[in-house]
């Protein structure tokens, strides 16, 4: 804004503060009355207190790849996604920006965005999967996600993934128990075997099912899933 429509520049101190404190990763404010530049104001975020932590936990379920995307300045991005062990960080990006960066990744693999905000939205519509933080993320988040972590808890991403995948394989299981009895009644049936008996399987069967599906109850985290 400075420099441009009307506005002063800023000054030559002024300009090699901003350029300091740039390259420091901050988010800039320059406080000026009139044209006179009083001081500039660099800010920076403070990464969750569980953000590498629960990072390296998603490394060992085997997620390798993990970018940070984020509206705020490139230098920002990068400094902040240093504290936390992320190499890869995309700044400077508006909502629609970030919306064609989950579509590059989506071109590569099946994607998960994790946010809060409204501009974050948008993005998370287009992931494979989206996943709002609970307590702090916004209405709008919350209805687009596909999963709402209801507590504004990094760790609890870990246990989602391991929940998910530990899901799958008891939907898997369950699968191959029902098919595999109602494929082995079918001709069983047709040579002889009663129907008493034919129940008794059929409904044994519902009952392991279900049975098996209770254990996600007893679910404790990834490494019990191991």
Known sequence: ??????????????????????????????????????????????????????????????????????????KAAQAVAGQVGLTEAWGDLMPEDKVEAIKTLRAEAKVAMVGDG?????????????????????DVALETADVALMADDLSKLPFTVGLSRQTRRIIRQNLFVSLGVVAFLVPATIFGLGIG???????????????????????????EAV
Do not use: Y
């Not at 409204?118 to 916004?138: E, I």
């Not at 519902?206 to 679910?219: K, S």
């Open 197 to 223: 008996p034919a129940v008794a399987l059929h409904e044994g069967s519902t009952l392991l099912v279900v049975f098996n599906a209770l254990r996600l109850l007893a679910w404790r985290g990834p490494r």
């Open 1 to 74: 804004m400075f420099g441009a429509d009307g506005i002063a520049p800023l000054g030559p101190d002024t300009e090699i503060a901003v350029a300091a404190l740039r390259n420091e990763g901050r988010t800039l404010m320059v406080v000026r009355q009139g044209n006179k530049d009083l001081g500039v104001i660099g800010l920076l975020d403070t990464p969750r207190a569980k953000a590498r932590e629960t990072l390296t936990a998603l490394r060992a379920l085997g997620i390798r790849r993990m970018i940070m995307i984020s509206g705020d300045h490139q």
């Open 118 to 138: 409204v501009n974050d939205a948008p993005a998370m519509a287009t992931a494979t999967v989206g996943v709002a933080m609970g307590a702090a993320g916004s």
